[in-house]
């Protein structure tokens, strides 16, 4: 019973009683009988939708009452909100709730205010690298998604940020909440915690495979389900579910399949729908078209109104909320989704399709692994809505049948295997474990490098060590640690690349990038692939004793009118060459296209470009120009739609790419200070990091800072004779609204916001009748 729940506030018990939560389900309880209430370090290994928030819940609220602190990890920024939204219902007991998303650099001051605080397990790491001392007052920490420690990208982050947690904070809680893995027992070893390793669900869930005109289940029976003539398998699953009055939610493995997929299944679920249904999504479909105007939107806003929907990593916030929230209330029927859906969006669903279970990997197709179909599985079924959950396999043949049931319904989850050792991970977390003091020493690097759960998986005699060193020895040849004897030390440089979250090797091009620019280095910087004895790549400048090469940062001797500024294209493709921006990848025809822009351009390029017969690293340069591209194109004003055309990709990706250039091009800002390097590159550094963020040319750069003004309705100002802020304020107020095209509450809006006294009133400047001529 949720009532004999020992040290939560009785607020809560009764918050859970007004949700219709009386019991505890099984696993819930056993993590109480662990101790998670009393402190007690726990991994939770339980199935998606099994009520695991709740167990954290329960860890959460009973530290604070203890007079606690506590700190809840999410893998996605999307989630962040969510689970914030969701915790706020504390606040009507008194245990306040903070989120910490964006800017990587402050150390989240207010937020040691908080009795909750929300997170990224980026933004955890860097309020760890900017020192943020609430921390350790932290004594319960909870990370959600706990598996996702073995994926590569974003995996090692989370296991050092732990680890790191752990060090500053002894005696601190953890209470890992993790999918079914195989080796749930590994990862608790590592944390001193206790286990509790279930398959529980709340709901039945019947697992099959579809051939045919038949569900072929687990426990052998079968269920006819037709597939109409020159329909695909999952319509016929689709129309059956809805023939039932349920929704279903349908994985692919590709945005463009999902957009299709959405496409077809509109007109399967159409004739379902009633006219009210019509109505509100109809509604829906205006929302939609609201969020923006790119073609995305329309197709989204199409598919939606015929009762199905999209949902992948490209789409815009606003629409993947009104998809989610849509889904679950139940006015769409139909989810086709990437993966992405099924990390963590409480999406629940009649009937969960997992039509492809094979991806593209960058070399061929690739099977999913087991832990992820189960958590595509898992979706399946609503407690207390839906009898049951089905989760069902496509196959195409007879044999694929007993394959896929092989493969994926009676097989185990995978282990979790730490990726800490893969080379941008190690070079980031080591430099910012040296920068931000945690470690001093070679020894003390290794001491600490011993907490990780990679430490506890390798089986290799003295391999933690030699990645460790062949790290350092990057890290000192670039100048961003010293090392004398035993002792590591951050330089300036390195304490600044490891505050604003730069991938050291990124630093390392952009650093080479601007003082080629200046002159003094000419090529003489070069990149040199090594191959260590622990088998760790690793890369190399070259040194040749130049003075700009040691690190420290002396601008060279050339006199700041004697060099040119970089262009924008200059730089974006000098930052589409570093590992954090990624790039865009040539398709076919993009390598005559891009080399021809490549030698027009070529002058502009930063650094020693290679040479066609490089042919890898030609490679890389062509695909950061294509990139590079895309971006000088939208700081030009090119359209959306024609950029998303252009270079393939969703609205979402533009955006990503956009807001990751800001970042980059903040940060070259300041690692460029840093190094006080000439005037002009500044300039031209700071230049190419407004068009982007504004997407403008410079002549349109003040009036965008005009608060309500964008890059069309800029362009529109001054195209009719608008040029600047001063403009606003004293043209006469016709033209104005000539230009915006009649909307006089926007034109009211946008002169006020320029400092004009009285916008209502037409204004009448006969000094700016030369302007209003144009009309
Ligand atoms: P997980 O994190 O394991 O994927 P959630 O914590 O999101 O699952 O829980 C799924 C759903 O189950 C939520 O809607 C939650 O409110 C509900 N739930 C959790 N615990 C209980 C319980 N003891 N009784 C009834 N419903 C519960």
Redesign the pocket.
Known sequence: K?ADVPGVPSAFVDQ?HE???????PP?AEAVEAGVTEGQSLVAS?????????VAQLAMLSAVQRGGKALYIVPLRALASEKKAEFEAFESFGVSVGVSTGNYESDGGWLAEKDIVVATSEKVDSLVRNGAPWLEDLTCVVA?EVHLIDDRNRGPTLEVTLAKLRQVNPGLQVVA?SATVGNAGDIAEWLDAELVDSDWR?IELRKGVHYGQALHFEDDTTREVPVRDGEKQTAGLVRDTLSEGGSSLVFVNSRRNAEAAARRLGDVVEPFLDSETKETLAGLADDIRDVSDAETSDDLADAVAKGAAFHHAGLARGHRQLVEDAFRDRTLKVVSATPTLAA?V?T?SRRVVVRDWRRYDGTGMQPLSVLEVHQMM?RAGR??RDPYGEAVLLANSHEDIEELQDRYIDAEPEDVRSKLAAEPAMRTHVLATIASGFARTREGLLSFLEQTLYASQSTEEGRLERVADSVVDYLVQNGFVERDGDELTATNVGHTVSMLYLDPMSAATIIDGLESIAGATEPTTEFEAEETTAGFQTFSRSDDGTEADDGDGEAPGVADTDIDKPTPLGLYQLLSRTPDMYELYLKSGDREEFTEVFYEREAELLGPAPTEYEEDRFEDWLSALKTARLLEDWADEVDEDRITERYDVGPGDLRGKVETAEWLLGATERVAGELDLPGPVTVGVREAKKRVQDGVREELLELVSVREVGRKRARRLHDAGIEDREALRTVDKSVVLAALGDRPKTAETIMQNAGREDPSVEGVDPANEVVADGE
Do not use: C, F, R
């Open positions: 949720t859970l949700q219709g939560i009386e019991e505890l389900y819930q339980v199935p998606t939708a099994s009520g695991k928030t709740l959600d909440l709340p963590g409480n629940p898992g407690p207390g």
